[in-house]
């Protein structure tokens, strides 16, 4: 009976810390330069591995457009790294050399990347699913642009433009032009997102076939 009890308090202690997680929504437009974007589009969070990417959710995009959240989309203990001073990929216009002065912290970055779902599946399949190539995803209201950043706690990563404080979970690291210069911020939504693609490595393939039968 004990042990029933011990386990219980367990699983409500890791449900109210996964409750605790903070989680970030950004909105957006596609815009392909050359191709038509098929129905069976999703945007994939995918999760920077330094090696590789693990693809954590994803969601359908609805005629060039998406929301996706990242509740639910939790990194591995294995996917986390120690957050140290030094190099970080912090945000866009900006030294990567930051202070923290907090032991202990661990984080992962992420990225958003679009493909067409061909399996059906609702999760990116290399074998069969069609990679879009992309330009970073900008920001449009005004000019800027993001990183998704996930940290194990609150911490305060300290740079010499500006100051970061992150919040256990996902936060948007955000960087905008503004009055001639850059505006740095932590947020928890964008919506202005514009994602300018370039066709898949089908698109060339066909590009190639195609010259090749005039010739």
């Known amino acids: 009976m004990r042990r029933l009890i011990l386990l219980a308090l367990a699983l409500v202690a890791l449900g109210g810390f996964a409750l605790a997680q903070q989680n970030v929504r950004v909105s957006g437009t596609q815009i392909d330069e050359l191709v038509e974007l098929p129905t069976e589009m999703r945007l994939g969070l995918f999760l920077d591995l330094g090696d590789g990417a693990r693809e954590l959710g994803s969601v359908r995009m609805v005629g060039g457009t998406f929301t996706i959240s990242t509740e639910g989309m939790l990194p591995d203990e294995r996917d986390l790294r120690s957050l140290n001073s030094g190099a970080f990929p912090l945000a866009f216009m900006i030294g990567n050399e930051f202070v923290v002065e907090r032991e202990g912290v661990r984080y992962a ?4 990347q679009p493909y067409h779902d061909i399996s059906g599946s609702a999760h990116y399949d290399n074998l069969f699913d069609e990679w879009f ?3 970073p995803p900008e920001l449009t209201d005004p000019f800027g642009y993001f990183n ?3 940290v194990t706690d609150d911490v305060q990563l300290r740079t010499t433009p500006a100051d970061f404080d992150l919040r256990r979970g996902w936060n948007l690291v955000v960087a905008r032009l503004q009055d001639g210069g850059l505006a740095y911020s932590v ?3 964008v919506e202005d997102v514009v994602m300018y693609s ?3 490595n089908m698109t060339f393939e066909d590009m190639e076939r195609r010259q090749d039968d005039g010739d």
């Open 148 to 150: 998704l950043v996930y």
């Open 133 to 135: 190539f992309r330009a």
């Open 109 to 112: 970055t992420a990225w958003l």
């Open 198 to 200: 370039y066709g898949t």
């Open 187 to 189: 947020q928890t939504a």
